[in-house]
């Protein structure tokens, strides 16, 4: 039987852009899974998603007729059940039949052609039948409610449709927006499936205003997207959208000797990497999915407005216009932009008018609310955080601040306590900072720009807080407390920003576990998972002289009697965290248990004692001292309270005086050279310690009789054990 292509679709009034392409992608999804399941298509079959403002298609490839038919056996009831002990059939099993549609008319007959298998520990009843392959009118039918049905719909609507029936009424349908026509043609032929109260056929429509044809009539499967593009003036394609959409943008940008605002995160892609990041970018997928067929024009606002931050000018063009920002060679925001419209109309200057004006409102807001926020200090507005509601358990944005400002306070004394330069030698210039940097973090959530465009916090607060005079340290810390704000974003610039920000971080971390406000499944309203790996990306790669249990310990203080001490847990969570981001880095399971488990308290080390434990598990001794790490962790967990306490008396077999021999030559220079951090010469200097280990379990029974022979050798392991376990537990690597 040969097969067609199949082309379905539906068309709608304009769908919601955010969600567009995922309902393109899941519509024609489920479709080609469906046919797929149903035998009426291959698994060689291509689906091809199409994706624009007013419809929703896909093209499947090789699409039978008629799915072949298929063989099925069913199991019916035990033997004991469907046969009497005469071995007829028993009423049960003669209605089983009769229910699947087998000839009962001659129950013996019916019978005989059962047949009986094992099933468990009894022994069943089987009935062979050939199920007839779904026909395309019938499966398309199932398919296409299938797919319309699993739609990944943000909100559903309610619309009235005229019904045919006999008695003329009104219908409700649900459905993410009023549909309007429906496509469903197998090569060139119309397969009559309904839905949405629209039965399939030919016609669709194309672009509102500049589609040759009222209606555009697919002739073939195959010519959809190029039948609807020279007839209807649309691109069904979102990813031929979208690039053509990019390459107008970019060709525009360059002949104005400029740059597109939302290249800027994707710089150092090559030329297809860059396209394929720029598919992706939130802002053009939206625009998108708003026109039919991109026309890019370029407007201009006067440059007056370019003394307003330029982060402020961006978000208001991006966010509420779905415009594209250009920037000069230095990236400062020039006062030209480019809109994608939806129409290409020959003169162009009466859109761009329009344009224009729409947008000098919008800019003229963000001037006034620049002006009027710096006619009050960041100072002056410390007070008004005490009205302001954090949580009704911690307190006010007030009262958090000045949590935030103790906890920084006492980081800072800690890190120069630590020995860390320049500030070991003079805390206080540094100490001063930090104060006033904590203090006015969360100023600039009362102002005017902030409140418009929640996004601009941190931000606003370094132009208010230059405006006000205050040191440019103190400015950056402002806006760098908040970073990072997700997944590979930059971390604050200096010391003063990063000690704000963890201090900020950390103050959320040990409220919200304080009170027993924890993140559950995917629900963490707090993002404190993202707050977690924030401290940890800080500590690790600032290499800040800090240990993790004595910075969550002072951060408790802060807090009063408001909280239970949530120390241990919110270490536990913070390793969790630590374990999940290595291991997406590269490292294997092992490697981070090996290191984990012995929860170092200074982050920084990780990575350095993960590349030791790497270096280590490659030399031919690891295996070895691995396997008997694991043993005398073992031997020395049934012990109780070891001591590392060895005596040269008592130690009388040869094996054991040369293990302790051994460790008195190697372990003195493996901890030398733990003190100064290079973890991988520590370890692979202990690896000399495998062969008399090895002849210590062969030769030596640790448990031995003599309680004082017994205590001895198991000091000896455990001073071992102590050894060899200071960069990792080597234990874990064991297979």
């Given at each position: 039987m040969t097969t067609k292509n199949l082309l379905v679709e539906l068309f709608v009034e304009e769908l919601p852009p955010k969600a567009l392409k995922k309902l393109g992608d899941a519509f024609a999804g489920t479709l080609a899974d469906q046919l797929k399941a149903l035998g009426l298509a291959g698994a060689d079959s291509v689906v091809t998603a199409y994706a624009s403002p007013r419809r929703l298609a896909a093209h499947v490839t090789h699409v039978w007729l008629k799915a072949a038919d298929k063989a099925v056996q069913q199991k019916l009831m035990p033997v004991t059940v469907g046969l009497d002990a005469g071995g007829n059939a028993t009423p049960a099993l003669l209605k089983k039949l009769q229910a699947l549609g087998a000839d009962v008319s001659n129950p013996a007959a019916a019978v005989a052609s059962l047949k009986r298998a094992p099933d468990g520990k009894a022994e069943a009843l089987f009935y062979d039948s050939l199920v007839t392959g779904a026909t395309l009118d019938t499966g398309l039918q199932k398919a296409l409610e299938e797919a319309i049905?699993?739609?990944?719909?943000?909100?559903?609507?309610?619309?009235?449709?005229e019904t045919d029936c006999e008695l003329p009424g009104w219908s409700s349908v649900n459905f993410v927006r009023p549909a309007h026509g429906l496509v469903a043609l197998h090569g060139s032929t119309v397969v009559p499936v309904k839905a949405l109260g629209l039965t399939a056929g030919n016609s669709t429509q194309g672009h509102r205003f500049e589609a040759k044809v009222e209606k555009v009539v697919i002739k073939d499967a195959d010519n959809y997207a190029a039948t609807l593009q020279q007839d209807g003036a649309v691109i069904a394609s979102y990813e031929e959208r979208s690039r053509d959409m990019i390459r107008q943008l970019r060709a525009a940008a360059k002949k104005l000797n400029a740059r597109l605002e939302v290249e800027v995160e994707i710089s150092g892609l090559m030329d297809e990497e860059a396209e394929e990041a720029l598919i992706d970018n939130a802002l053009v997928q939206e625009v998108t999915a708003l026109v039919e067929r991109p026309n890019v024009l370029v407007c201009q606002f006067e440059k007056q407005f370019l003394d307003v931050p330029q982060e402020c000018l961006i978000l208001t063009m991006k966010a509420n216009q779905k415009y594209f920002p250009l920037l000069d060679a230095a990236g400062k925001l020039t006062n030209q932009f480019l809109v994608v419209s939806n129409i290409s109309p020959t003169d162009a200057s009466a859109v761009i008018?329009?344009?224009?004006?729409?947008?000098?409102?919008?800019?003229?807001?963000?001037?006034?609310?620049?002006?009027?926020?710096?006619?009050?200090?960041?100072?002056?507005?410390?007070?008004?955080?005490?009205?302001?509601?954090?949580?009704?358990?911690?307190g006010t944005q007030g009262e958090r601040v000045e949590r935030v400002r103790a906890i920084a306070e006492a980081i800072a004394v800690l890190l120069a306590k630590n020995g860390m330069q320049p500030y070991a030698r003079d805390v206080k210039p540094f100490l001063e900072l930090v104060t006033k940097a904590a203090s006015l973090a969360k100023t600039d959530l009362l102002t005017d720009m902030v409140g418009e465009f929640p996004e601009l916090q941190g931000v606003m607060g370094r132009y208010y807080a230059l405006h006000d005079g205050e040191d440019p340290l103190v400015a950056e810390a402002i806006e760098d407390h908040y970073k990072p704000r997700f997944s590979g974003d930059e971390l604050p610039r200096s010391d003063v920003g990063v000690v704000v920000a963890l201090a900020d971080k950390l103050e959320t971390l040990v409220g919200m576990f304080g009170i027993g406000n924890l993140p559950t499944g995917d629900k963490d309203p707090f993002a404190l998972r993202r707050h977690a790996l924030g401290v940890i990306r800080m500590l690790a790669e600032k290499d800040l002289p800090l240990d993790l249990n004595a910075l969550l310990a002072g951060a408790v203080p802060a807090f009063g009697d408001k909280i239970s001490d949530p120390t241990p847990?919110?270490?536990?969570?913070?390793?969790?965290?630590?374990?999940g981001s290595l291991r997406e880095q590269g490292y294997s399971a092992q490697e981070v248990e090996a290191v984990l488990a012995?929860?170092?308290?200074?982050?920084?080390?990780?990575?350095?004692?993960?590349?030791?434990?790497?270096?280590?598990?490659a030399l031919p001794e690891a295996a070895a001292l691995a396997a008997a790490n694991k043993r005398i962790s073992n031997i020395l967990?049934?012990?109780?309270?070891?001591?590392?306490?060895?005596?040269?008396?008592l130690l009388k077999e040869q094996a054991e005086k040369d293990l302790y021999a051994a460790l008195k030559s190697v372990v003195p220079q493996a901890n030398a050279q733990f003190e100064a951090g290079d973890y991988t010469a520590s370890l692979q200097t202990l690896a000399a310690l495998r062969a008399p280990v090895d002849a210590f379990f062969d030769d030596v029974m640790v448990n031995a009789e003599e309680m004082d022979l017994r205590l001895n050798?198991?000091?000896?392991?455990k001073s071992l054990h102590d050894a060899m376990n200071r960069v990792a537990d080597l234990s874990r690597l064991a297979a």
């Open positions: 049905a699993k739609l990944p719909i943000p909100k559903v609507m309610s619309y009235q449709l008018g329009g344009i224009e004006r729409v947008v000098r409102p919008r800019l003229s807001d963000a001037k006034f609310f620049f002006d009027q926020d710096r006619k009050k200090t960041l100072v002056s507005r410390v007070e008004g955080l005490g009205k302001v509601v954090y949580h009704n358990r911690l847990a919110l270490a536990e969570f913070i390793y969790d965290r630590l374990a012995l929860q170092p308290q200074r982050l920084g080390d990780v990575t350095k004692r993960l590349a030791a434990v790497r270096a280590f598990a967990k049934k012990a109780d309270d070891v001591d590392a306490h060895v005596s040269d008396v050798r198991q000091g000896l392991l």
